[in-house]
Every structure is written in C-alpha cells, then in structure tokens.
C-alpha cells in the first residue's frame, strides 16, 4: 500500500485580500480553520519581513485555535526566530525572502550558508520546533541540509509549474523525482511546493517519496468561483488519487 500524501494549506492569499484595502475582511484565521475542516492536514503563513500579506496578530491568533499544525515559514532571521520560539508552532519552514519579488523565487542556499543555518536550525529543534528547508531539487543542497540536522525539506516545484514546454515540464519533474529518492535515502522527510494547481499536482503527488505538499495561492484563487471548502476538498482528493492510482 502506498503511503499517504498530506496537504498542507497556505492561507497567505487571503490575507492579500484584506491588506489590499486594509480592512478586516477577508480574515486568514477563518480560511485556516475552514481549510482544516475541509481536509488540509496543516496550515502556513508565511510572515514576510515586508508584511505584505500575514501579519503578527493572525499568527498569534492562529496559534491559539490550531486543529491540525501551523507551519510557520520565515526568512531566517534573529526576529523571526524569537518569534517562533515564543509561539512553538509544530514546524517552522525557512525560505530565502527579497523584498522585491512577487513571491518565493528559488530555494534557500543551504550550501552557501551552511554553519549559520546549521547554528539557526539546532536552536529551533532545541525548543522541539521541527525545522523544514525550501531547497531546489539539488544533491548538492540535500546534503548541505542533512548536515544542518533539519529533519525535513521542502523541494521547490516552482521551476516545474512553470515550465514553457512539455519537455521542460517533464525534466524538471525527473529532477524533483531524484531529488526526492535521494532524500529519502538520506533520512530526510520529504515535503514540496510552489505553482502547483489542480491541473499539474497529480504527477507530484503520485511521487511515493512525498510526503505533504504546500499549496497556496491557486486554491485562493480557485476558492473565489468554488467557495473554499470545495477547493481545499478537491485538490486533496486529486492528490489522494494520484497517490493510490
Ligand atoms: N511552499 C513555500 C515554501 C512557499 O514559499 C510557497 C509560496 O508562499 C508555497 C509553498 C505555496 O506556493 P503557491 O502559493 O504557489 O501554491
């Protein structure tokens, strides 16, 4: 039998929404716990330095309601850090983050910053914060990241979702494919994400080394025609399929 694939439901795209106007509608902690009664199996906000979508007080709220798990994605940074350590959520997701870009463009550079992350990484694990990493699928980063001791990656699906032709797609998903059985091989729970729609999520959720995928914005998106609850339910079941096809 295969193994179960998880959907952890990013609410940030909500929460864009309501900064857009500056109002108090629409409000991310509401989609969080809509999306959980739905079927997601966890929730992320992303609480960007800018704070152009979550902010402080929909984490901190967020945290007191939980049914599932938050996945608290950060830049890592000393204030996110203590922020994270305050609040315990069950994961903490690291990303790299520059102000001017749309959204999270390519994976951390856990080669290139190893012995700072390695230092970030233990002091969250010390306070039993799971620490995932948002990689490119790269041999060179999965090793980098075994040696930080995180116990979980993130592969960047962005290049595949975005992929111009169906060659480019399908290399890329070969890519995302090894990187996963390398992972695993090394010990690491395997989690991916970014761009994924109801129209390319099967061929990543039938990779059996997967373990939860991280979707955003098009079920934000696909929750303005359908409502929410249909949305979040549909994307799951499409994984579960692709899963047990
Ligand atoms: N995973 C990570 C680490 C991300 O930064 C994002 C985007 O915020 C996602 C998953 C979700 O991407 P999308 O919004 O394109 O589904």
């Not at 099967?202 to 696909?222: F, K, M, T, Y």
Request: aromatic share 4%; charged share 25%.
């Amino acid at each position: 039998m295969s193994a179960p694939i998880f959907l952890g439901v990013n609410v940030d795209h909500v929460a864009t929404l309501r900064q857009a106007r500056g109002t108090r509608y629409p409000d991310p902690v509401h989609a969080a716990l809509q999306a959980e009664m739905a079927g997601a199996d966890g929730i992320t906000m992303h609480l960007r330095e800018d704070r152009r979508h979550i902010q402080d007080h929909d984490i901190e709220r967020f945290t007191t309601c939980v049914q599932t798990k938050l996945n608290f994605e950060i830049a890592a940074t000393d204030a996110m850090q203590a922020m994270a350590i305050r609040l315990k959520p069950r994961d903490v997701c690291l990303v790299p983050e520059k102000r001017e870009e749309l959204t999270t463009e390519g994976g951390l550079d856990v080669a290139g910053d190893e012995t700072r992350l390695h230092a970030y990484t233990q002091r969250l694990m010390e306070h039993d914060i799971r620490v995932s990493l948002f990689i490119d699928p790269d041999e060179r980063q999965i090793d980098a990241s075994v040696r930080t001791g995180a116990q979980v990656i993130e592969l960047h699906t962005g290049a595949y979702a975005d992929a111009d032709s169906e060659a480019a797609m399908d290399a890329e998903l070969q890519r995302i494919v090894s990187a996963s059985r390398y992972a695993i091989d090394a010990g690491l729970i395997v989690n991916a994400g970014h761009g994924l729609h109801t129209k390319n999520v099967a061929a990543i959720a039938r990779i059996p080394q997967i373990h939860e995928l991280n979707i955003g914005h098009s079920l934000i998106a696909d929750a303005v025609f359908l409502g929410l609850a249909d949305a979040v339910s549909t994307m799951k079941r499409l994984m579960v399929e692709a899963r047990s096809a």
